[in-house]
Every structure is written in structure tokens, then in C-alpha cells.
């Protein structure tokens, strides 16, 4: 089987294609490496299973050379992630995450691909969900309150209109907050590698809020199953990919501070513009219709995450 994996230097990217050559794909790495990074590819390379094409989806280019490389299948990760940066400057946030997914879209089209597995944000697609919506499932209403949600759900529809239009087909997976080796403090700002970094530097950690607001925190290597999964099975769906259980930021910080045996306190700032207070993904249907379901506890992902960092893995 041949595949593109578009941000696929990044640090789900990365993993997934490390995963696809296990099972003997053949992958068209698609990444202007923005924010991923080349040595995240290393084994993969390795193999002679991978090529890289430094590339950004922003270019009408990139059709042209989805065409040339002929997939069957096309994981399109390549985003902008980050929802302060969204907030700030909407314009850039939009040009990548809708136009370069069209891009993608198009070239997916004319390679005639059979499927395209788009990297949705679950954490931001529901908006501020009520609490007797949390976890939310899929049937929910679609309501972003960030421009980095507005965009991502605006990739769904298009995913929806190509079915229709062309006859491609697609799974858009809604990812909760994934964490998990490879992932940059300085970049997207997951907040697991914020802590992790910090914790172990014997720097101050911040909360930003009261600490109390939650999210569903899912391990990169469970969210990378359900990508490969979802290259097969799930058609014409969007699915939430998560554990289906809320973490507070608070309890996120004292599970990783007892890992790294640290007792120096947290500081607590003003929250942030655009971020949601509580989130959690409903997983029934992936469990459904890919057959899958998150096994990493946290304590366990964060432990290999803390690991990870001073192993240089």
C-alpha cells in the first residue's frame, strides 16, 4: 500500500509514519517542517520505505505532486495548532488548515485516492459543551468558539462536499489533547510537553485559569492505531479519538510532578482567550466502527513522555 502523510515530521506525523513502514507501507512524507523536524524521521527513513517531500500545502504545487506520488490513501495532518496563534492572526490560521487542506483535497482528487483520513480537533469542534453533553459524541452541535476550530470544522465540510462531488471518500478523526514523546514544548504547546520540559528543567510550572479546567488527554501511539485503523474502516465519518475521561490541568500537573518526584508548587496566571473550560470526547463510535479504544493511562503516557526527554528518544 502506497500513502501520504502530510505533517508527517511532526510529532503524531512522525509516529504514524513510523507505523505505517512496521506494516510495510510505502510513504510520501508531505511536510515544509515548519514545526516538525527531519531527525523525527530518521529510522523511518531508514528502511528505503520513505520519501520526503519538503513541501507546503499552501502551494498549489502540492496537488501536482499528490498526483505524482499516486497514494491510495492520504493521512492529512499538516495544521496550524495552535489556538493563541489562531486567535491572533486568523488569516495565517485559515490559509493553511482550509486552503491547504483544498490543496490536499484536490490533489487527492486527481491521484484518484481512495480515501482521505483528515486529523480533526475534538477539543475545539463542540465548543463549550453543556455539562450534560460532556463526554460529547459526535451527534453534538458543531459550534467552535476559536478560529483554529472554525477552520478545522470548515475541513470537515469540505471532506463532506468531495464525497459527494468526486466520490472520495474520507474519516475525519477529532482528536482530543494528544501528548506523548516528539511533541515540542516551543510548537504547537501541548501542555503535557510544557510540564514535562519545565518539571524537569527545575523550572516553575504555570497554570493558566484556577486549574480546574478540563480535558481528555489520549497517547499519541493510541491516536496513531486509530489513524492506521481509520485508513480501512469508519467511511464518510467523523469520529472522536480520546479516553473518554476529563483530567483537570491541576491533576495533570500533580500526576506529573509525582512522577518526576518534584514538590515545587505551580504558579497560576490569567486563562487564555479562546480556550474552552471543559472538554471530553465520547468514544463509542470509534469503538464501534474502527474497533478501537485508548489503553494508555495517563500516569503511564506521561511517564514515558518524562522519560523520553531525558533519554533523547
Not at 458543531?142 to 464525497?163: E, F, N, T, W
Not at 516528539?182 to 510537553?193: I, K, L, M
Amino acid at each position: 500500500m502506497r500513502c501520504v502523510v502530510t505533517g508527517g515530521s511532526g510529532f503524531i506525523g512522525s509516529t504514524l509514519v513510523d507505523r505505517l513502514v512496521a506494516e510495510g507501507w510505502t510513504v510520501d512524507v508531505v511536510d515544509n517542517f515548519s514545526s516538525g523536524r527531519r531527525e523525527n524521521l530518521q529510522a523511518a527513513l531508514a528502511t528505503g520505505q520513505v520519501e520526503v517531500h519538503d513541501q507546503d500545502i499552501r502551494e498549489a504545487s502540492t496537488i501536482a505532486l499528490i498526483e505524482r506520488c499516486q497514494p491510495q490513501v492520504i493521512f492529512h495532518l499538516a495544521a496550524q495548532a495552535d489556538v493563541r496563534v489562531s486567535v491572533v492572526d486568523p488569516a495565517f490560521d485559515a490559509s493553511v488548515n482550509i486552503l491547504g487542506s483544498l490543496n490536499v483535497l484536490e490533489g487527492a482528487r486527481v491521484a484518484k485516492a481512495r480515501r482521505v483520513v483528515a486529523a480533526a480537533s475534538g477539543g475545539t469542534l463542540y465548543g463549550e459543551p453543556s455539562g450534560d453533553q460532556i463526554p460529547t459524541n459526535e451527534s453534538a452541535p458543531q459550534r467552535p468558539l476559536s478560529p483554529y476550530g472554525v477552520s478545522k470544522k470548515s475541513m470537515i465540510d469540505y471532506l463532506v462536499a468531495y464525497k459527494e462531488l468526486h466520490g472520495l471518500d474520507y474519516v475525519a478523526l477529532a482528536l482530543a489533547n494528544v501528548y506523548g514523546p516528539r511533541q515540542d514544548p516551543h510548537g504547537e504547546a501541548g501542555v503535557v510537553a510544557i510540564f514535562a520540559e519545565k518539571i524537569l528543567a527545575g523550572d516553575g510550572v504555570t497554570i493558566y485559569g484556577d486549574g480546574t479546567q478540563t480535558r481528555d488527554f489520549v497517547y499519541v501511539d493510541d491516536v496513531v492505531d486509530a489513524f492506521v485503523r481509520a485508513g480501512s474502516r469508519g467511511e464518510g465519518l467523523v469520529v472522536n479519538i480520546g479516553t473518554g475521561q476529563e483530567l483537570s490541568v491541576n491533576e495533570l500537573f500533580s500526576t506529573m510532578a509525582s512522577i518526576a518526584s518534584t514538590t515545587t508548587p505551580p504558579t497560576f496566571a490569567p486563562p487564555r482567550v479562546g480556550e474552552v473550560a471543559r472538554s471530553c470526547l465520547d468514544v463509542r463510535r470509534a469503538h464501534d466502527e474502527l474497533g478501537w479504544a485508548s489503553w494508555t493511562t495517563f500516569r503511564e503516557g506521561a511517564a514515558i513522555t518524562l522519560a523520553s526527554l531525558t533519554t533523547g528518544r
